[in-house]
């Protein structure tokens, strides 16, 4: 049976990132006063309005922008507790540092698969509705077999792009022994956690990781199939880049403090730099510097690094309006960023795009263009979200007619 097939009109501005419309001056590869069909959970075809085909239904978006759903690739989602009164002390003028995360672990251990479950549910309903329609998400919280295991299978059930992050810091048991705990991360929490994880991760950093630990733990993981990625040069230059790149690493995520060989590693290789502005602003670090990169030709993906500790944002948009705001990227690049980018970083490719073939992951704005993103930092402005062709949110104030609940 052929799938009912719907129309969305009347978009004023839609992002397609396909390259059958980009160019030199069209990055975004922008269709004005445009259409999209969507037959099940595909788009099938994209152009402009006026040559729409013939379909079972018709949305009016009423001169609203259209874009991809943001693709969040980076986020840590699985935890319990809350670090408010951290929050409040380090701007206060008390440093960041990997030692936080150890509070949001005694907490994630005492919570329930119910409770730990509940609030992701609300996590990623709270990102669809400000327009993200994939998201990655991280255990790194329990730093048990048991713990770590859950996590990845909790999450597992919501979504695909899970990560084996065991190595976030070293559990506070082995303290005195980190070699013990990667020991330990490589060996049987790594079997516990596989089934359920794509990703294997590690906070490769002073205080956490360093070069060799997370070379035997991303090698490990890589051993049952996992592919890597990397906590990378957050804090410091440290050897996480080159070790990403090395590896063949997804992506490489931070980047703040890169060296000129660094930035040479990234634009060489396939490994994506993606770029985590909410912490920095969170923790009043210099940001990255998302100019230097692309214009060495790497590719970037924007991400919220939400978690309960140093960038406590799901906000897509927000990530964006602080990209262009303080990291030299333009309007095009970070909206780019925030879904072509993320898409790459977890090696998608039906994801991040509205081309005929990509997922109908759609994300309406209560604007003209992409731009405002941007422009109007901080004001809610997805009118309405399509995940695989189906409409799961709308603003209570914008009716779009021929959508259910629309008129």
């Not at 990132?17 to 030199?24: E, H, Q, W």
């Not at 009423?62 to 986020?75: E, I, K, M, Q």
């Not at 060296?259 to 940001?287: H, K, N």
Request: a negative charge.
């Amino acid at each position: 049976m052929t799938a009912t097939s719907t129309a969305v009109t009347g978009i004023g501005s839609l992002v397609t990132n396909d390259p059958s419309f980009s160019g030199a001056d069209n990055p975004l590869g922008l269709v004005r006063d445009a259409a999209v069909v969507v037959e099940g959970d595909r788009v099938v075809w994209t152009g402009p309005s006026s040559k729409a085909p013939p379909t079972d239904n018709r949305v009016d978006a009423g001169g609203r922008a259209l874009l991809p759903g943001f693709v969040d690739s980076h986020s840590h989602l699985i935890f319990a507790g809350d670090r408010g009164a951290e929050f409040a002390a380090r701007m206060s003028g008390r440093p960041y540092t990997a030692g936080g995360i150890r509070t949001t672990v005694a907490a994630t251990r005492a919570a329930s698969d119910a409770e730990l479950g509940a609030a992701l549910d609300r996590f990623l309903a709270e990102a669809l509705r400000q327009g993200t329609t994939t998201v990655e998400t991280k255990s790194g919280y329990g730093l048990t077999v048991h713990d770590e295991a859950r996590a990845l299978r909790i999450a597992a059930e919501r979504t695909p792009e899970t990560t084996y992050l065991g190595a976030h810091v070293v559990a506070p048991e082995y303290a005195d022994d980190p070699a013990g705990y990667v020991d330990l991360v490589t060996g049987p929490m790594l079997d516990a956690c596989a089934p359920h994880a794509r990703w294997v991760d590690v906070f490769c950093e002073e205080g956490a990781f360093d070069g060799d630990q997370a070379r035997a733990i991303l090698t490990a993981g890589a051993a049952r199939g996992l592919v890597p990625r990397v906590h990378a040069n957050q804090l410091t230059a440290g050897p996480g880049v080159q070790l990403a790149v090395e590896l063949g690493a997804a992506s490489a995520d931070h980047c703040t403090h890169l060296t000129g060989a660094d930035i040479d590693a990234l634009a060489g290789s396939a490994t994506v730099a993606t770029l985590l502005p909410g912490a920095e602003f969170s923790t009043r670090a210099v940001y990255p510097d998302a100019r230097r990169l692309l214009d060495a030709g790497a590719t970037v993906a924007l991400s919220t690094d939400c978690n309960p500790g140093s960038s406590f944002t799901s906000s897509m948009a927000f990530c964006v309006a602080v990209a262009v705001r303080d990291m030299g990227m333009t309007p095009d690049e970070a909206v780019r960023a925030a879904t072509y980018g993320g898409a790459r970083a977890l090696r998608r490719t039906d994801i991040g795009t509205v081309a005929p073939g990509a997922r109908a992951d759609l994300h309406l704005l209560d604007a003209p263009g992409h731009v405002h993103l941007a422009y109007r930092p901080g004001v809610p402005l997805t009118a309405a979200v399509w995940q695989a062709g189906e409409l799961r949110w709308r603003a209570g104030h914008v009716t779009l007619e021929g959508a259910p609940g629309g008129t």
